[in-house]
């Protein structure tokens, strides 16, 4: 069955700081990968996402993640994080028409 | 201009009541989703409706059920409510699948 792990349910960071969310999928099918973004008391809002093409992909506000094959990875990234940032973060495959969501990661940037 | 809307965003009821929930989407998409998040955030899907034709059921309880009077609707009635039925509901619609999933603001929904 198709499953997202989202490796570390917190990440604390300091604001301008480096960070990476990690992601990992298992799917026996085409992957379409997703990483979304629900600030408090929100809905979801796509931060970009992997159907085909460049590995390398870039969304909004910096973010960007890398789809790795062989690694059945797709992690985000961004260079430099603001306090704005401060938000639970998805990943999630899409099969068959419904998404499957990951744990969930909890980013905390600090001042 | 809000694309996908949800009402009412909070709902309080007792136990055994019965509650709807309302969805519209006013882009265009035909396919169009219900989502429930629970206390530890975890999100997983319960139906998907395209063109007013159910096509995903999460082995939900038949307390819920969801209705489609258009493909810009997708509303959700739940009987005979329960404590676990506590969390927040999102919406969501596409235009095709696997394309973006585009959410509403959420449903909090306490049974007390």
């Known amino acids: 069955a198709q499953s997202v792990t989202q490796l570390d349910s917190q990440v604390p960071v300091f604001e301008e700081a480096p960070v990476e969310l990690r992601c990992n999928y298992s799917?026996?099918?085409?992957?379409?990968l997703f990483w979304y973004v629900q600030y408090p008391n929100q809905g979801l809002q796509l931060l970009l996402k992997?159907?085909?093409?460049?590995?390398l992909v870039k969304g909004i506000n910096g973010f960007e993640a890398e789809f790795n094959k062989s690694q059945t990875s797709f992690h985000l990234r961004k260079p430099s994080v603001h306090i704005s940032d401060t938000a639970e973060y998805f990943c999630a495959v899409s099969v068959a028409g419904k998404l499957i969501f990951g744990q969930g990661t909890t980013l905390q940037v600090k001042p | 201009d809000t694309a996908v809307s949800q009402t009412p965003k909070y709902l309080v009821t007792q136990m055994g009541n019965d509650k709807s929930i309302k969805c519209e989407q006013n882009?265009?998409?035909?396919?169009m989703y219900w989502y429930k998040q629970d206390s530890k955030k975890f999100l997983k899907i319960m139906f998907s409706?395209?063109?007013?034709?159910?096509?995903i059921n999460e082995t939900v309880p038949n307390r819920f059920s969801p209705k489609s009077p258009d493909k810009a609707h997708l509303n959700l009635h739940i009987n005979s409510l329960e404590l676990g039925d506590s969390a927040v509901y999102f919406c969501a619609s596409s235009r095709a699948t696997p394309d973006t999933q585009y959410f509403g603001p959420g449903t909090r929904l306490t049974v007390l």
């Open positions: 882009l265009g998409h035909d396919t």
């Open positions: 992997y159907l085909s093409g460049s590995t």
């Open positions: 409706y395209n063109n007013k034709e159910l096509i």
């Open positions: 799917s026996s099918v085409s992957v379409y």
